[in-house]
């Protein structure tokens, strides 16, 4: 790579939350949405998303340079493919996840990390004075968008994570911090005998997406969760420190019978420095957990040191689909 070529690079790392904020200023007002019927001009646009017309169009042709918009032929303003991926409720959606982690509170945590880095503190709870998870329960709109945002990368992966689960024998399957059970209702599709519990508090669960097959138990996992035949844990583990995670894996070993089960699902940082470069995400999402929670992304080690710990001993692991993400099996040790 040629020294100018390097400097566009870095260069592009250092302006990377200009776009960032485009994106998300787009999901927040609504744009995507109000755009999702047709193309309309400026004027409407403005009305139907409550912006400044003059400010409005700034914005408008910064998304077509980053072909999220285009302008057409008539001077009015349609999505793009990409574009397309803002929108609420489509397959594929990342409109709530760009609301949640370029807005006001991840934001502003990111804008602490030398401070996080420096001290091994959170971010978060130094920025809006709360623990992330008891700030987002707080306010309604904000849960909201988390849940979803949540639910939006789980639909994209739940298929090669039921796929990549062997359940053989299992008659009831518990998802332990499950939010609005997306990732549990993929289970029961592709397991019609199976019985499912959605575990997860009041917030967390939000309204369900599942019903049929399913008991809704609303709880703390740090202090029980309900008793099932096998148990998948996802993201949740990477939200918290070591001790916190032992004690929720602790608890699940608890409930747990001595034929049962753990699907941890979580990705898993490489060990080999020369591969990180294919785990930038993953790299991000680490330093994200850091700013917001106190959690982390860890190796396969560290997981199984956590697993032991529990009183639980990893058996496998298991790419589920491409997804990105891993199953590390567990049983009781």
């Known amino acids: 790579m040629t020294a100018a070529a390097e400097r566009e690079r870095v260069a592009g790392l250092v302006f990377g939350f200009f776009p960032a904020q485009v994106v998300q200023t787009l999901a927040r007002l609504g744009v995507p949405d109000a755009l999702g019927d047709g193309a309309l001009a400026l004027d409407a646009l403005a009305t139907r998303t409550g912006a400044h017309p003059g400010a409005l169009l700034r914005l408008l042709r910064a998304a077509i340079g980053l072909d999220l918009v285009d302008r057409t032929a008539e001077g009015t303003y349609a999505l793009t493919p990409g574009g397309q991926l803002l929108r609420t409720g489509l397959p594929g959606s990342i409109g709530n996840l760009a609301q949640l982690f370029c807005g006001d509170a991840v934001w502003r945590a990111w804008g602490e990390l030398e401070w996080s880095v420096r001290t091994g503190d959170v971010a978060f709870e130094k920025v809006t004075g709360r623990p992330a998870f008891a700030y987002m329960a707080d306010d309604p709109h904000l849960n909201a968008i988390f849940t979803e945002a949540m639910a939006e990368g789980t639909r994209m992966a739940a298929p090669g994570i039921a796929?990549?689960?062997?359940?053989?024998?299992?008659?009831?399957?518990?998802?332990?911090?499950?939010?609005?059970?997306?990732?549990?209702?993929?289970?029961?599709?592709?397991?019609?005998?199976?019985?499912?519990?959605?575990?997860?508090?009041?917030?967390?669960?939000?309204?369900?997406?599942?019903?049929e097959r399913c008991t809704v138990v609303t709880g703390d996992f740090f202090t029980a969760v309900p008793a099932a035949d096998a148990y998948v844990v996802k993201s949740v583990i990477h939200d918290w420190d070591d001790e916190r995670s032992v004690a929720i894996l602790s608890r699940v070993r608890e409930a747990m019978p001595a034929h049962g089960v753990l699907l941890l699902v979580e990705p898993i940082l490489r060990e080999d420095p020369q591969v990180l470069g294919d785990q930038r995400m993953l790299l991000m999402s680490d330093l994200n957990m850091l700013v917001c929670t106190g959690g982390r992304e860890r190796t396969e080690a560290e997981f199984a040191d956590l697993l032991t710990a529990a009183g639980l001993r990893l058996t496998d692991v298991t790419p589920a689909g491409g997804s990105g993400y891993s199953v590390l099996r567990a049983v009781p040790g």
Do not use: E, M, Y
């Open 163 to 211: 796929a990549a689960c062997d359940l053989t024998g299992v008659t009831t399957l518990a998802d332990i911090g499950g939010g609005n059970g997306t990732l549990l209702a993929a289970f029961l599709d592709a397991h019609p005998h199976l019985q499912g519990i959605l575990f997860d508090s009041p917030s967390g669960v939000g309204d369900p997406v599942v019903t």
